[in-house]
DNA sequence: ATGAAAGCGCTAACAC
DNA sequence: GTGTTAGCGCTTTCAT
């Protein structure tokens, strides 16, 4: 029973991987317990130097590498960060992805990526993995908050980061996006153009983000006494096939916008491509203005004047709000509210409407072929 | 000391999250022992089912999810799998790691996505953080194997997939991708059409599979007894930067070719660029195709001719190829290569070139601006 | 400052 | 068929 040294070799072991080295091995390198290791480790200060010194040098002759799920499981926190994004496939997301992770990883934390595919069934099962996985908090960067993961994520009571709404719960911290600020200088510069007819390609609308937008767009028009008949607001899809059939109904109706504005960039590129090959030129017939400024963006036919949303800024600001939330004495633990801004980025796809002045001036003043703003 | 109801709480439990349930409150809730509700759990046939129709009741009652890192460590497996990419931000490795994501849940597996961002240090962290986390198996897509990366996977001897190549060692299991036959058919497309001047704008050459797709080409060339002058192959960097320097390149010398093709969209969609930028027509005047199909090329403008390389099947095969490798009874245990296909995609970025007969009486034939192969 | 030992949540031997 | 228990790799008391 009390046998000092089992002769049963344990179970787990011998299903290991072969490389794995675990902290008593470390010890008896280097000659001391199991618990100087971990203190070393783990940079206790109190640990004889000359012991810390065999220490760190037996874990460098064996390859030492801690076990991030044993500490977990005793530690109750597993340094890892839940983010949920609506689609990966989405071009803005992975740059989302990208900073959020790089600064994850610049505090120790592992980043758990999941998308929703607006698909309540897939976000349901994402956050039960998620949870099993114990993640220390959840970033909920899919710009539409869907009832019933708020309930899931909220009764659960951990650190939670919304976008643009959120429940006004202790443990949850909301990333405002100025939405106002940068629709109305889209606005601003497509009125400064001498455009009058401004249409609105917007986002699905079940999305609060795409509200958001839409009535950004609706109050930045009144501001300058523009009020957009209700067919030149057309719902979209937040994608470029979105941006095509949107562009399409804009296209059969009579009275035709002379400048169109869209919800995000995915959008817009797919109205530069109904455009395209139903021969309208852009920006000489018809004004385009995205909304994100992708990275894409720069590269499209003609390059896409936009409004920038810092994908920076919100991974930031996702990272910094998880954290306050997780760590106990973070500096800015009582911060619910993190403002994101928004800005103009005037590319080449919108220009003064055709037969103006300004356009025929112009177009007497320049070679033939190279349209556009410069 | 071995008091059977320890008043000392301990110490983890209150660090915990609040809502985390554990095996022995179900146990205690059911009215049996914790041994019963984990083989309730994993659903061992021997359990009573008066006793499994209990544990159930009560593991939802109370919300009890197993905790995944205390299975993971007495199992010694943590049902993840690594996926290293070389850049996120690239629109291919979403497209393909939402396909892989998608398979491996279905089998039960979590995906710790990293990219390398072709950066040694940060390529080192990345493994040893996987290896922390005590991933399964890892499938390496970054498509240009850095060899010291391949060196520390090994030398751990777990699970391993490269793309391309690989060291032919039990446990790793390669996809290769049939480039070949893809770029034949994108030459011979053009050449049919054609053309005789075709130049090809490569990946980054450290990169296996640019190496590959560049050799491919000048092969199907010589099939057809054409050779691409040296000037006519120059390195890119399968950005969409790379494709408009490399077009620049080209277009600075004096004899232009007629036809472009591309190591991937990207470089495709940057070619595009460039050429919209000194008004050159695609396709009237320059033909020009790429390699992936990702989503984007459909909508690139005008749409592109490229060679598909299906990321459902290579992310197919890197999930069965790594479930080969863990799994000890995996139908596919032996496999150690899995082809993956390629083909050609035809849309309008290619056309008859300039000046042969075949496109002025297509020119003849057709109403003015909308030109390409329809 | 260091070591012994308890215990995190769970699985798998083993005993009954 | 079910319960008891050892132990996965680690952190953290507690005693020394």
Redesign the pocket.
């Known amino acids: 029973?009390?046998?000092p040294v089992?002769p049963?070799?344990?179970?787990?072991?011998d299903?290991?991987r072969p490389g794995?080295?675990?902290?008593?091995?470390?010890?008896q390198r280097a000659?001391?317990?199991?618990?100087?290791?971990?203190?070393?480790?783990?940079r206790?200060?109190?640990?004889?130097?000359?012991?810390?010194r065999r220490v760190w040098q037996a874990i460098d002759e064996v390859g030492?590498?801690?076990?991030?799920?044993?500490?977990?499981?005793?530690?109750?926190r597993s340094r890892m960060l839940g983010l949920i994004v609506s689609e990966i496939t989405n071009p803005f997301f992975p740059e989302l992805v990208q900073e959020f992770e790089n600064l994850a990883v610049a505090q120790g934390y592992e980043v758990f990526i999941g998308s929703t595919n607006y698909d309540p069934v897939r976000t349901e099962s994402l956050i039960r993995r998620m949870l099993q996985r114990s993640v220390d908090g959840v970033a909920v960067m899919t710009f539409g908050i869907e009832e019933d993961l708020v309930q899931k994520l909220v009764e659960r009571e951990f650190p939670l980061v919304f976008v643009d709404a959120g429940p006004d719960l202790p443990n949850i911290r909301v990333l405002k996006v100025d939405y106002g600020e940068g629709i109305r200088q889209g606005v601003q510069h497509l009125a400064a153009l001498g455009h009058r007819s401004i249409a609105f390609i917007t986002g699905p609308l079940y999305m609060r983000s795409a509200v958001a937008r839409r009535d950004a767009f609706v109050k930045s028009m009144a501001e300058i006494g523009l009020t957009a008949p209700a067919e030149h607001i057309v719902e979209g899809t937040h994608t470029m096939e979105g941006g095509i059939a949107g562009m399409e109904r804009l296209l059969a109706l009579t009275e035709l916008p002379t400048a169109v504005m869209c919800s995000n960039d995915m959008t817009a590129i797919g109205v530069l491509h109904a455009l395209f090959r139903t021969t309208h030129k852009v920006p000489e017939e018809i004004s385009v203005v995205g909304f994100d400024d992708i990275h894409l963006a720069q590269f499209a036919l003609p390059p896409l004047t936009t409004v920038q949303m810092s994908c920076k800024d919100l991974a930031a600001a996702a990272v910094e709000g998880l954290r306050a939330g997780i760590e106990p004495d973070h500096s800015r633990a009582a911060t619910k509210q993190w403002r994101i801004p928004t800005r103009l980025v005037v590319r080449q796809s919108t220009a003064f409407p055709r037969g103006t002045l300004p356009a025929l001036m112009q177009n007497a003043l320049r070679v033939p072929r190279s349209g556009g703003v410069k």
């Not at 794995?20 to 010890?27: N, T």
């Not at 206790?44 to 810390?52: F, G």
């Open positions: 029973m009390a046998s089992s049963t070799r344990n179970h787990a072991a299903r290991r794995a080295v675990s902290i008593r091995e470390v010890a000659g001391v317990s199991i618990a100087t290791v971990s203190r070393t480790v783990n206790i200060p109190s640990v004889n130097p000359e012991l810390a030492y590498l801690p076990n991030t799920q044993a500490r977990a499981l005793v530690s109750g």
